[in-house]
């Protein structure tokens, strides 16, 4: 049985080493980004983001398991939340 994994922010960072971690124990895995790259490119603040992703999602190719790594603080935010 193939297992099938999910990965938003899969292109970059931690959400890029999970998705390599999971390929390597055997699972297929869908990224899904803003960055090119991605399986499925789509800015999940777009009120059209769920039909994007749900296309695949029914097409029986999964998921099994979800990686939600994503980070929707804009840079200017983040900064300022920063520790000094």
Do not use: F, Q, W, Y
Not at 16 to 43: H, M, P, Q, S, Y
Not at 57 to 67: C, F, H, K, S, V
Request: proline letters at 7%; charged letters at 20%; a negative charge.
């Amino acid at each position: 049985m193939s297992r099938t994994a999910l990965v938003t922010g899969g292109v970059s960072g931690l959400g890029k080493a999970a998705a390599l971690r999971l390929e390597a124990d055997g699972v297929k895995v869908i990224t899904l980004d803003v960055a090119d790259g991605a399986d499925l490119v789509v800015d999940v603040t777009d009120p059209a983001a769920p039909a994007v992703i749900e296309t695949p999602m029914n097409a029986g190719t999964g998921p099994e398991a979800l990686a939600h790594i994503t980070s929707l603080i804009p840079a200017s935010e983040s900064r300022r939340r920063s520790p000094s």
